[in-house]
């Protein structure tokens, strides 16, 4: 049951289901229907998953607390969003679907922690590997609005960045799953590491890079010789990177600039996206200027980038607490913290599921917006879970 579970909720979180959207077009599922039949399926084994709960005082509890601190930010959204606005209703109706799910996966850990957290690690690398070896074979040159992103790599119609994504929670997967030692595991990374750098993404690869650093050291955190550890691997690195730079100089700046002349932070629009967000900020600091209203009207994504570009609406700052600040104010900023529900759980790197928290964080941060970073919430949830009840047994 709970390899069902995981395949439905997660077939299109890992970007497994664009494996499967032929048949779905084959099916006639509309395109904004494509996870219904997976939905649906999930919510039916997290039923199966609620009766069958020996504990449901527990459960029952936990629940109830989800709902509490979920409650005011939806609440909220709902009264910031405007229905006659595509976007800022598809951002409304996401975030109902995230809380959706957040239930789901409270259901399914309460039934059993030992499989809910056994079965997760199994189906994330197998579905994942399955993409990456799908990727491999068939990938192409990603098109939006009728331009085509040169440089970056995708499979059927799904965003380069989420691709990268799923490579990288895969990465991290293997490196805190099973008990192989930690060199092996960072070979059979390899893949995954290739992968990312033929999507072209930036923002997942050094997200990645940073919580295996902190992982890494974290692991040696009681170990006498840990300063030497970390002085000879730094060294190792800086020999390694220096190395690579040499053979390899022409495709690594062409990897983080994109041939642009500017830097990769200025080219990819960042530096905008932050003067924009202050401007929003300020002009609504307690509400905000409405869920789905960052840069609008007027501000031009790529306007500096490509003429063809030009008409593509800036929709997002590409960090999620920017959103936050500039869509929903002051207001929006402390039901987001309420919502995540911080403590001692976000620093404690014994529990893996927090490493994935941590990732799905950074992603947020330097890329996409609610709807692509619905991670945040999900693992934010099952990484607490896990702390509470087992630390509690």
């Not at 500096?304 to 030009?310: A, E, G």
């Not at 913290?337 to 404690?348: N, T, V």
Request: proline share 3%; hydrophobic share 50%.
């Amino acid at each position: 049951m709970y390899v069902i579970f995981f395949a439905a909720t997660l077939f299109f979180f890992y970007n497994f289901g664009t494996l499967f959207i032929p048949l779905l077009q084959r099916m006639s599922i509309p395109s904004g229907f494509y996870s219904a039949p997976t939905s649906v399926i999930a919510a039916f084994c997290a039923l199966l998953f609620f009766f069958q709960t020996r504990n449901k005082k527990q459960f029952l509890r936990e629940f109830l607390f989800t709902i509490i601190a979920w409650a005011p930010w939806l609440i909220y959204l709902t009264y910031r969003c405007d229905f006659n606005d595509r976007y800022s209703l598809q951002k409304l109706i996401l975030m109902f679907l995230s809380f959706g799910y957040v239930l789901m996966f409270c259901c399914a850990f309460h039934k059993d922690k030992e499989k809910f957290s056994r079965y997760f690690w199994v189906c994330s690398v197998a579905m994942i590997a399955s993409t990456l070896i799908y990727f491999f074979f068939k990938h192409s040159v990603p098109v939006l609005h009728g331009y085509r992103f040169e440089g970056r790599l995708s499979i059927q119609s799904a965003n380069s960045i989420g691709i990268s994504r799923s490579f990288a929670i895969g990465a991290l997967t293997l490196l805190v799953w099973g008990r192989f030692s930690y060199w092996i595991k960072i070979g059979l990374c390899l893949p995954f590491f290739i992968g990312m750098y033929m999507t072209g993404s930036r923002g997942p690869a050094i997200s990645l890079l940073i919580i295996i650093i902190c992982h890494f050291l974290w692991i040696n955190g009681h170990n006498k010789l840990l300063n030497w550890r970390i002085l000879l691997a730094c060294l190792s690195l800086i020999i390694a990177a220096w190395t690579v730079d040499v053979f390899f100089h022409n495709q690594i700046e062409k990897y983080f600039s994109r041939g642009d002349k500017r830097g990769m932070y200025l080219q990819s629009g960042r530096y905008a996206g932050a003067i924009e967000t202050w401007k929003e900020f300020t002009s609504a600091p307690f509400s905000g200027v409405g869920l789905g209203k960052y840069g609008k009207p007027g501000t031009q994504i790529f306007s500096t980038v490509s003429q063809s570009k030009k008409n593509i609406e800036r929709e997002y700052p590409h960090n999620i607490l920017y959103e936050v600040a500039a869509e929903l104010g002051i207001v929006g900023a402390i039901l987001f913290i309420f919502l995540l529900r911080p403590g001692p759980w976000m620093f404690d790197f014994s529990n893996k599921f927090v490493l994935l928290f941590l990732l799905c964080f950074l992603f947020a941060m330097t890329s996409g917006d609610f709807r692509d970073n619905s991670g945040v919430f999900i693992f934010g949830y099952i990484a607490r879970f896990n702390r509470k009840y087992f630390s509690a047994e």
